[in-house]
């Protein structure tokens, strides 16, 4: 993983609508979600649909800035 996030408080979780464990996410480098699935990364899901997305992905991009910070929950 070139990064890795914590949601500390629970509430980032919800905002993108993560559901269980495990989940995963492929955020492109503006902070666009561009992928979620839920369920064991098998090497199927990895050579059909993930390596497939992340060729075509560009490398950079202009990050987006976030419009909800998540603090602890109220």
Excluded: C, H, M
Aim: net charge negative; aromatic share 6%.
């Amino acid at each position: 993983y070139q990064a890795t996030g914590v949601d500390a408080y629970g509430q980032t979780t919800l905002l993108l609508g993560l559901s269980g464990v495990p989940e995963t996410l492929v955020v492109d480098a503006g902070g666009v979600v561009r992928w979620k699935f839920a369920g064991p990364l098998t090497p199927e899901v990895v050579n059909g649909q993930l390596l497939p997305l992340l060729a075509a992905l560009p490398a950079t991009a202009t990050p987006a800035r976030p419009s909800i910070v998540p603090g602890p929950p109220q």
